[in-house]
């Protein structure tokens, strides 16, 4: 009796550990989300005339212009606009990636697999990618000095802060256990 008593006492530690490990897990979502959500990744074209920052997900929030951008024409803004997108939205995924592999691990090689996509679609260098994830993530590059202020878009309205997680002191499954062991007394 003594032997199956210990093994049930074993069986509930292991239970309780893994409800610990899902609940620190879970816990882990919410700054992850938090971090997800305030992420902003910036490109200018190589002249500097057209500066992209974009967010999570690659939304656009901003795209500036100098008067020398917009005095080259048509299509060669189109052109040097739609580089400068694919530069900001593919730091946006990359920097996505990496959030999600520190809080999540990288069991399925994550930022491996977009910086392979991405080096297949840009046409360049899974290494010149990742030397890009090396500069500052934190910190979009600062604007040429000759930028305007006039905007293409309008900012971004902030999003909500995520709900708080709850304040009653651990899951579901242990009040459920804790209630259990109080009610056999």
Same mark, same amino acid.
């Given at each position: 009796? &003594?032997?199956?008593?210990?093994?049930?006492?074993?069986?509930?530690?292991?239970? /309780?550990?893994?409800?610990?490990?899902?609940?620190?897990?879970?816990?882990?979502?919410?700054?992850?989300? /938090?971090?997800?959500?305030?992420?902003?990744?910036?490109?200018?074209?190589?002249?500097?005339?057209?500066?992209?920052?974009?967010?999570?997900?690659?939304?656009?929030?901003?795209?500036?212009?100098?008067?020398?951008?917009?005095?080259?024409?048509?299509?060669?803004?189109?052109?040097?606009?739609?580089?400068?997108?694919?530069?900001?939205?593919?730091?946006?995924?990359?920097? /996505?990636?990496?959030?999600?592999?520190?809080?999540?691990?990288?069991?399925?090689?994550?930022?491996?697999?977009?910086?392979?996509?991405?080096?297949?679609?840009?046409?360049?260098?899974?290494?010149?990618?990742?030397?890009?994830?090396?500069?500052?993530?934190?910190?979009?590059?600062?604007?040429?000095?000759?930028?305007?202020?006039?905007?293409?878009?309008?900012?971004?309205?902030?999003?909500?802060?995520?709900?708080?997680?709850?304040?009653?002191?651990? &899951?579901?499954?242990?009040?459920?256990?804790?209630?259990?062991?109080?009610?056999?007394?």
């Amino acid at each position: 009796m &003594s032997a199956e008593f210990d093994q049930l006492v074993a069986e509930f530690e292991r239970f /309780q550990s893994s409800i610990r490990n899902a609940d620190d897990r879970f816990a882990g979502l919410g700054a992850m989300r /938090q971090e997800l959500t305030e992420l902003r990744a910036s490109a200018s074209s190589p002249d500097g005339g057209v500066t992209v920052v974009t967010g999570p997900g690659g939304a656009v929030l901003d795209v500036k212009f100098t008067d020398a951008a917009l005095a080259k024409g048509p299509q060669a803004l189109s052109a040097t606009l739609m580089a400068t997108l694919r530069e900001a939205v593919g730091e946006a995924a990359r920097r /996505q990636a990496v959030l999600v592999q520190e809080h999540l691990g990288d069991e399925q090689g994550l930022v491996d697999q977009v910086l392979e996509t991405q080096a297949e679609a840009f046409g360049t260098t899974v290494e010149e990618l990742r030397s890009k994830l090396a500069e500052e993530p934190g910190r979009p590059p600062a604007p040429p000095e000759d930028f305007s202020e006039e905007r293409v878009l309008r900012q971004a309205d902030a999003a909500p802060p995520p709900p708080a997680p709850p304040a009653n002191g651990g &899951s579901a499954g242990d009040r459920f256990l804790r209630n259990l062991f109080d009610e056999e007394d």
